[in-house]
T-cell receptor, first 113, second 114 residues
């Protein structure tokens, strides 16, 4: 079955760039998502990319997809303390009628002054 | 739209009691997901409804857990009887299952069973 792997922790200094990485196993066409979870809240969709794309940029966020290596990354430019949260990578098959996403365990991003 | 609404936000109950968690999806969304989140196991999918019909309930831990979706505007997750190991945050998420099908999560219900 599908599997999504992420490292558990990332610590960066305020103002630096953060890069959160994710690997997945589904080889079919798929949607890949990044969600953010702040303490005491639900997951909030940040951005998503379809597997026929290599890159997507949205303000401080850049998503890079290496389909050959099944590697997805989220880059946050000029990281702020408000970016401290858990970031989840997820994938959903684009065909087959199943809309059940597979989530990673989440990466805790800690931003220190 | 107010987003996905869950109630209660916090629930503290004693072992053996019945617990009912509620979810109101975003209007127009045709899929609803119940998740459980714990430190040990992360985010687990419990059950998935599409057009009010349960499609996949393989994640429901045992017979003590049941979920219903009587109409497009409401779903419940019931635990009877509750046990301390059921303590977790329970999330409801909804989506429109076409295209990117991104999910929108509610704020969660933090359940503590003593």
């Amino acid at each position: 079955g599908e599997d999504v792997e992420q490292s558990l922790f990332l610590s960066v200094r305020e103002g630096d760039s953060s890069v959160i990485n994710c690997t997945y196993t589904d080889s079919s066409s798929t949607y890949l998502y990044w969600y953010k979870q702040e303490p005491g809240a639900g997951l909030q969709l940040l951005t998503y990319i379809f597997s026929n794309m290599d890159m997507k940029q949205d303000q401080r966020l850049t998503v890079l997809l290496n389909k050959k290596d099944k590697h997805l990354s989220l880059r946050i430019a000029d990281t702020q303390t408000g970016d401290s949260a858990i970031y989840f990578c997820a994938e959903t098959p684009a065909s087959g009628g199943s809309y059940i996403p597979t989530f990673g365990r989440g990466t805790s991003l800690i931003v220190h002054p | 739209d107010a987003g996905v609404i869950q109630s209660p936000r916090h629930e503290v109950t004693e072992m053996g009691q019945e617990v009912t968690l509620r979810c109101k999806p975003i209007s127009g969304h045709n899929s609803l997901f119940w998740y459980r989140q714990t430190m040990m196991r992360g985010l687990e999918l419990l059950i998935y409804f599409n057009n009010n019909v349960p499609i996949d309930d393989s994640g429901m831990p045992e017979d003590r857990f049941s979920a219903k979706m009587p109409n497009a505007s409401f779903s419940t997750l019931k635990i009877q009887p509750s046990e301390p190991r059921d303590s977790a945050v329970y999330f409801c998420a909804t989506a429109f299952t076409s295209g990117s099908a991104e999910q929108y999560f509610g704020p969660g219900t933090r359940l503590t069973v003593t």
